[in-house]
């Protein structure tokens, strides 16, 4: 028995050190980004030589990536509202409803998800072109929309499997029709799954550069094809205190949705 114990705490220890090690690599380019935003000198360097903000004060000042910045947050924003929408009421119809072709409408929702960017990037862009929209908002947000819907279609989803029937069908039988009940029973119940969906939306269509690489332009550039663009022509420390920056925001936003998809103590 004792011999048992011991080879079972073994592999729970070595299982436990590959997987910390695993993480640790794939955070810590994440965090080498941190000490080379703030180096004195004018390209990246680790360890840093000297600290200081300047570059900070730059990229918040610079026109070019306040205006990608504030482009992007505007597509996002939209995106969230867009996505959240349509994915809540797929994975009604997923989870609730008695649809006829059901694994077909889930594999094209969650398809998005599992195409390469670059073949979706490039399909899009064939699409886009003729009809003039790429580098625009509208073209922005119908292709950020497309992949930001599997996210929130897979969280609501688990919201909606984890809430008790029951509960929509006493406010029916006390004479609640389904919008009411929907409304004032079960929207309540799985908003915290919603608006870590909205998190997730918001997340997909501001970090994704890829598409937005091909159906970017000119007049409207997404804050990843700004960073792009200035890893080939203009590299310094102001990318990497962009990307701290987003890192920061992405970090403070997945706190958020956690917060609120905590259970409460309280019962309604």
Not at 79 to 92: H, R, Y
Not at 95 to 101: E, H, K, T, Y
Request: proline share 6%; net charge positive.
């Amino acid at each position: 028995m004792a011999a048992l114990r011991l080879r079972r705490l073994v592999a729970l220890l070595g299982g436990g050190l590959i997987v910390g090690t695993v993480l640790f690599f794939l955070v810590l380019p994440t965090l080498l980004i941190v000490p080379m935003s703030l180096s004195q000198t004018d390209y990246l360097q680790f360890p840093p030589r000297g600290l200081t903000l300047d570059w900070y004060g730059r990229f918040f000042g610079d026109p070019d990536w306040m205006a990608a910045t504030w482009f992007s947050f505007k597509i996002a924003i939209a995106t969230t509202l867009s996505a959240t929408v349509v994915g809540t009421m797929t994975a009604l119809a997923l989870v609730r409803g008695n649809l006829p072709f059901k694994n077909t409408v889930l594999a094209i929702s969650l398809g998005p998800m599992i195409v390469p960017h670059i073949v979706l990037g490039v399909a899009l862009y064939l699409v886009f072109s003729p009809l003039q929209l790429t580098g625009s908002f509208t073209g922005f947000l119908v292709a950020h929309t497309v992949l930001a819907v599997p996210y929130v279609v897979i969280t609501v989803s688990a919201s909606l499997q984890r809430f008790d029937p029951t509960l929509e069908l006493a406010a029916l039988s006390c004479g609640a029709n389904r919008v009411r009940a929907f409304f004032r029973i079960v929207l309540p119940n799985i908003a915290p799954g919603i608006f870590a969906a909205s998190v997730f939306a918001f997340l997909a269509s501001f970090d994704e550069a890829t598409v937005a690489f091909f159906i970017s332009d000119i007049s409207g550039k997404s804050i990843g094809r700004k960073m792009f663009e200035d890893i080939d022509f203009n590299l310094t420390p102001v990318i990497a205190a962009a990307s701290t920056t987003f890192v920061g925001l992405s970090l403070l936003l997945m706190a958020l949705a956690h917060t609120v998809g905590q259970p409460s103590d309280g019962r309604r």
